[in-house]
């Protein structure tokens, strides 16, 4: 896990780092709505039509590991949340809940990225 946080830290840190508080928001609303609007509105509704629900939330939560897959680890991560996600649209049969919990996850994952890679390595 501490690789994780270290690769991420070194490839978003640098492209973080400089934005504001509200560019960060803003970020975390619009990956929020973009991959929900993908995964879930498309991809698992799609599938849906086709397949059982469950295996349209397996395939698309899938998938949605496949697309972050920075280790394996962080795919099975991804993959977790992919099935979070995936449930709260099955639940709620629209996309508002995944929507807000992807781009509150997201928001607050940058603030903490952002916070560990501004205290790494501070001159002394």
């Known amino acids: ?3 994780l946080v270290s690769l991420v830290q070194e490839q978003l840190g640098p492209l ?3 934005r ?11 990956a929020g709505v973009a ?4 995964f879930r509105g498309l991809l698992q509704a799609g599938l849906g039509r086709v397949l059982s629900d469950m295996a349209a939330l397996a395939i ?7 697309a972050h897959f920075l280790t394996p680890t962080y795919a099975l991560l991804a993959f977790v949340a992919g099935g979070y996600l995936g449930a709260w649209f099955l639940l709620q049969g629209n996309l508002l809940t995944p929507i807000v919990a992807h781009a ?9 990225l952002v916070r560990r890679y501004q205290g790494r390595s501070k001159p002394e």
């Open 16 to 18: 973080l780092a400089p």
């Open 1 to 3: 896990m501490r690789e």
């Open 35 to 38: 991959e929900e609007l993908l």
């Open 20 to 30: 504001s508080t509200a560019e960060l928001a803003g970020i975390a609303i619009l």
């Open 104 to 112: 509150l996850y997201d928001f607050v994952a940058f603030i903490c």
């Open 60 to 66: 698309t939560s899938a998938i949605f590991g496949l």
